[in-house]
């Protein structure tokens, strides 16, 4: 076997080994907030695919690196399961959202999603920079729940939005919170001090796998009433098109980090390719 081919498949097993040990830590975390992950909606896949990304993401990172981001990526499909299918009215959406961000502020939590949001705000906290970080964390974090929150409006309205302005409204996919929380927990110092630099690549990745994950979970957003793309009156081949010039875009924006630092353009290049890889799709 080719020696290049060696190094890969060690790569991947190293890459594999991460992600089983970051696993255990997620369904540790899970068992902690009862009743926050029933297993119909959270089971074995979604776990490893969770901890596969963040490892393969970034395989030079250990897993007490990688656990605050994988604990951020899990607590946003948590949020979100709350809000399209246990929320019954817009009042319940707008508590979520208000003591979410009470709790980024420093509040007491009270339900499980709050206490989980709370250890990962204590977490990050370790870290001596976010103190002054913090107020990038939580602008992410609210626009985040906002964004969820428009989402919910315009399904509870039937209301259909245009393909641009779905595609704006990509923060409810939650992976500019999870890269934000990752390169302040475990990135490298120059990341941590140019993350304001960092958000608009990290916002235009967020933008295409945002519709990438809807052409892969169609037919299941479909038979549970969710949102996706392929709903608003355009064609799959027009989203494609659409994915096509957000990934050059991406691939720009990413192109520019690679000077100052190779490892946090490839943290951003790796996620893109692993997902496009996972749901067979090309970046």
Known sequence: MPADE?????????????????????RRCAQMYGGLFPQAAFDADLYSSLTLAGAFSSPWTGADG???????ALWVLAVERLVHHTATGREQVDTLVRDCLAVADGAVPGAAVTRFLAD??????????????????????????AAMARAWMWRDSRAVPTLAGYVDNADSHGSAFVDLSYWIYAGEEWARG?????RP??????????????????????????LNVLMLGVSR??????MAELAREAAELI????????????YLRRRMHFHAGLHGASA
């Open 201 to 226: 690549a990290s916002a235009q990745v967020q933008r295409y796998l945002h519709l990438l994950g809807d052409l892969a979970s169609y037919r299941r957003d479909v038979s549970w009433g969710d």
């Open 237 to 242: 081949a027009e989203v494609t098109g659409a």
């Open 120 to 145: 990962l705000r204590d977490e990050l906290d370790t870290v001596a920079a976010f103190g002054a970080l913090h107020g990038l964390w939580r602008d992410q974090l609210a626009r985040t729940l």
């Open 66 to 72: 990688l656990k605050v981001g994988n604990r951020a």
């Open 194 to 198: 140019h993350l304001a630099e960092l």
């Open 6 to 26: 060696l190094d890969d498949a060690f790569a991947a097993g190293r890459a594999c080994a991460l992600a089983a040990e970051c696993g255990r830590d997620l």
């Open 255 to 266: 192109g520019e980090l690679s000077r100052p630092s190779p490892r946090t353009a490839a």
